[in-house]
């Protein structure tokens, strides 16, 4: 019988205060990987996260594949149980970290099978949100009182991980748009001050894009709200896909759209808003068993181009080449011209 020891209480102490002051779900995971060698001799700890599904692995660096296999094929059993839910591995992101642990002195057989395993639902307010395990190539590694040892900590793991998905959840509430999914105008206020202070201080390029939906009333007034929400939900898509990952694509208010380009010049920002507009007037907007067609209007200022002094000028100067497309007949891009 294996006595439980202060050392022991002290690290397990020590690996609860370490995933109970991570502020993200990798911080978390990749804290518990490392402090649990030292606790608990094993060849791979793993996580599986109900959202994705994300797998991940913290594993001996000699780890055999085979045995990273039977791990996986082993969790996703438990899990798929628990959640009544099975989980195709193709449909799986796996997500591997090698290392050394201090308290494994040899080299794993290439040969090496999974003999002994501690696999716990994550378990928070009555729902599982994951499950977590220790994997052994070596038999009858885990007793009662490691497994008692193990569930501590992953009742403190469910806890944490809980914490930081409703932190994400507020924050993704204060941030974005429910409708569109894109970020909102607090968030792009944030933004356009940051951007512009750099490209102010550092006299870097700096575009903005205002776009507007033509005739977007009659959308409301012939289809309804949900039509008008459907059209906004898909312009926004289209916005999205058609910028760079760092640019911020933002709804300004009702069917009015910004978008703000770090470092681009006034050329490639005009590239980008004609490919826009084409784009949106060839896609078919489906309502119901009907299709209609939108346009959109889009105003362009930039900075040093038009000599921008403020972050409001900028803006000013976008919505102004905005309401010269408007007033030209609409679906089409004018920069603002002074």
Not at 27 to 47: C, K, N, R, Y
Not at 239 to 244: A, G, I, M, Y
Request: with cysteine.
């Amino acid at each position: 019988m294996e006595f439980i020891t202060f050392k022991d209480l002290n690290k397990l102490r020590s690996i609860i205060n370490a995933i109970s002051t991570g502020i993200e779900v990798k911080e978390i995971i990749d804290s518990a990987g490392t402090t649990l060698a030292g606790l608990f001799d094993f060849s791979v700890f793993g996580v599986l996260l109900k959202e994705g599904p994300t797998l991940h692995l913290f594993q001996e660096e000699t780890c055999p594949p085979d045995f990273t296999q039977a791990v996986v094929k082993n969790m996703l059993k438990v899990f798929s149980v628990l959640e009544e839910e099975p989980i195709e591995m193709e449909r799986l992101t796996l997500r591997v970290e090698k290392g050394k642990w201090k308290n494994r002195q040899r080299v794993m057989d290439p040969q090496a099978s999974l003999k002994s395993h501690l696999t716990l639902p994550l378990v928070i307010e009555g729902e599982i949100i994951g499950c977590t395990s220790i994997n052994s190539d070596q038999a009858n590694m885990y007793n009662i009182s490691r497994l008692q040892f193990f569930s501590v900590f992953g009742y403190q793991m469910a806890a944490s991980l809980r914490h930081i998905q409703r932190f994400s959840t507020v924050k993704k509430e204060a941030i974005y748009d429910p409708l569109t999914n894109l970020f909102n105008r607090r968030h792009f206020e944030e933004a356009l001050s940051l951007e512009t202070k750099k490209a102010l201080e550092g006299e870097s390029n700096l575009s903005l894009i205002m776009v507007d939906i033509d005739h977007f009333k009659r959308v409301n007034d012939t289809f309804g709200h949900d039509g008008g929400d459907e059209v906004l939900r898909k312009v926004a898509s289209l916005l999205k896909n058609s910028v760079r990952q760092h640019d911020t694509v933002a709804r300004y208010g009702g069917e009015e759209f910004v978008l703000l380009l770090p470092g681009a010049t006034l050329d490639p920002t005009s590239t980008v808003a004609e490919r826009i507009r084409r784009l949106v007037e060839s896609t078919p907007f489906n309502m119901g068993q009907t299709q209609i067609r939108m346009t959109v209007s889009l105003g362009i200022s930039n900075f040093p181009a038009h000599r921008v002094r403020s972050k409001e000028e900028l803006v000013k100067m976008a919505d102004l080449a905005l309401y010269e497309a408007k007033r030209g007949g609409r679906n089409r891009v004018c920069i603002y011209q002074g």
